[in-house]
Every structure is written in structure tokens, then in C-alpha cells.
Nanobody
Framework: VQLQAYGGGLVQAGGYLRLSCAASGGTFSSYAMGWFRQAPGKEREFVAATSWSGVNTNYADSVKGRFTISRDNAKNTVYLQMNSLKPEDTAVYYC??????????????????WGQGTQVTVSS
């Protein structure tokens, strides 16, 4: 599975962005999909995940109520709508695919495939 994340950019605090991740080369609808992020000098951390159907989702406490993950299996794409952005949301955002698609896992080791990342910068 190849994953291509895009949609990052520079935004002011309080603004919004929508990230997309397009998948190819696999059975997208069978995978759980997750978003992770990595700020400079920090570990890559979980942001949000969705099960294969989109029914079950999981969010980091730091983004709950501000970010929404969704997917369109017909378009092989997963999205991350990010509202009320804060400077601490600045990071490279990665999408990832988890072969066992029922569970929207929170751990990096659960995900077998990763995209290349897209930079999100939130200015204060």
C-alpha cells in the first residue's frame, strides 16, 4: 500500500486545515487508518484513527473536539479536518494504514504502511 498525504500548510492560530491521504496499491477499505504527528525533537505521536468502516474512531486527548477523522472508501482517501488550530499542533503529519481494520489503533507498531508526511505550521 502506498500512501500520499497532502494538505498541510501555514495557518494562524484559531484557523483550520484539512489533510488528505490517498491510498493506492492495496485494499483500502480493509484497513484501519490513522494520523500521527511528529514535532521537532519529539517522538511521533498518535492523533486520530478510524476503523475500516469509519464507524469507530479514536482521538488523542489533545485534539478531541477540534479534529475530525473521516474516510471515503470509494475514493481510497482518509481525511483529517483540523479546526481551532494551536501553535502546539505544529508538526509533520503522517497517515498510516493498519491491516487489521476493525480497530482504530493508537500505537505506531500497529500500522504497517506509512505516508511521507505533510508539514503543518500554526503561527501564534
Amino acid at each position: 500500500v502506498q500512501l500520499q498525504a497532502y494538505g498541510g500548510g501555514l495557518v494562524q492560530a484559531g484557523g483550520y486545515l484539512r489533510l488528505s491521504c490517498a491510498a493506492s496499491g492495496g485494499t483500502f477499505s480493509s484497513y484501519a487508518m490513522g494520523w500521527f504527528r511528529q514535532a521537532p525533537g519529539k517522538e511521533r505521536e498518535f492523533v486520530a484513527a478510524t476503523s475500516w468502516s469509519g464507524v469507530n474512531t479514536n482521538y488523542a486527548d489533545s485534539v478531541k473536539g477540534r479534529f475530525t477523522i473521516s474516510r471515503d472508501n470509494a475514493k481510497n482517501t482518509v481525511y483529517l479536518q483540523m479546526n481551532s488550530l494551536k501553535p502546539e499542533d505544529t508538526a509533520v503529519y503522517y497517515c498510516a494504514a493498519r491491516p487489521r481494520g476493525l480497530v482504530p489503533g493508537r500505537q505506531k507498531v500497529e500500522y504497517a504502511y506509512w505516508g511521507q508526511g505533510t508539514q503543518v505550521t500554526v503561527s501564534s
